[in-house]
C-alpha cells in the first residue's frame, strides 16, 4: 500500500521505473539534474484526503546523497546537485558551497507549525524518525 506521508505523483508503477531513475540521476550525464519540489501538507490533510507530496526540504541534500552513496556514485552528485541544472539554463553556478560532513543525522518525526506563539498543526518529513549518514554543517563562499 501507500504511505500517504511520503506518497507524491507520478508514482513509479513498477520497481525496474523506480531502479531506472535512481540510475539516470546518478549517472553524471548532463540532462540529469536536482529539481527538488517540496510539499508540506499539514497531518490532518494527509489523514483526511491523502495529499500528494513529500516535505523533503529540511532533508533533500542529504537524501539525494544517500541515493548516491548507495550506488557507489558520489563524484557525480555535485553536477547532479549543482552544476548540471545551472548548465542546462545557461546560469553560472552558485558561488556558495555547503559544508556536507558524514556524520549520523537524526531526521525529526514530526516538525511543529507555529501561529501567534502556538503549535497549531505538525507536518511530517521525508525520512521521519530514520537516522541518515549526512548532515549540513554550514555554508560559505
Known amino acids: 500500500g ?3 506521508d511520503f ?3 507520478p508514482v513509479a508503477k513498477r ?3 523506480r531502479i531506472a531513475l535512481r540510475k539516470a540521476a546518478i549517472s553524471g550525464k548532463e540532462c540529469f539534474f536536482l529539481g527538488t519540489d517540496s510539499a508540506p501538507h499539514l ?3 494527509k489523514a483526511f484526503c491523502g495529499c500528494a507530496g513529500i516535505f523533503n526540504s529540511p532533508v ?5 546523497l544517500t541515493v548516491f552513496e548507495e550506488e557507489n556514485a ?3 552528485f555535485e553536477k547532479f546537485a549543482s552544476l548540471n541544472g545551472p548548465n542546462f539554463y545557461n546560469l553560472s553556478p552558485n558561488k556558495e558551497k ?4 558524514a556524520r549520523p543525522n537524526k531526521i525529526e518525526e514530526l516538525i511543529d507549525v507555529i501561529e501567534e506563539e502556538k503549535i497549531v498543526e505538525q507536518i511530517k518529513p521525508f525520512h521521519a524518525g530514520e537516522t541518515l ?3 549540513i554543517e554550514g555554508v560559505h563562499d
Open 133 to 135: 549518514n549526512w548532515k
Open 15 to 17: 520497481e525496474v521505473n
Open 74 to 76: 558520489l563524484n557525480n
Open 7 to 9: 506518497y507524491c505523483l
Open 43 to 45: 497531518r490532518k490533510w
Open 60 to 64: 533533500a541534500i542529504e537524501s539525494y
Open 2 to 4: 501507500l504511505n500517504s
Open 98 to 101: 555547503l559544508k556536507i560532513v
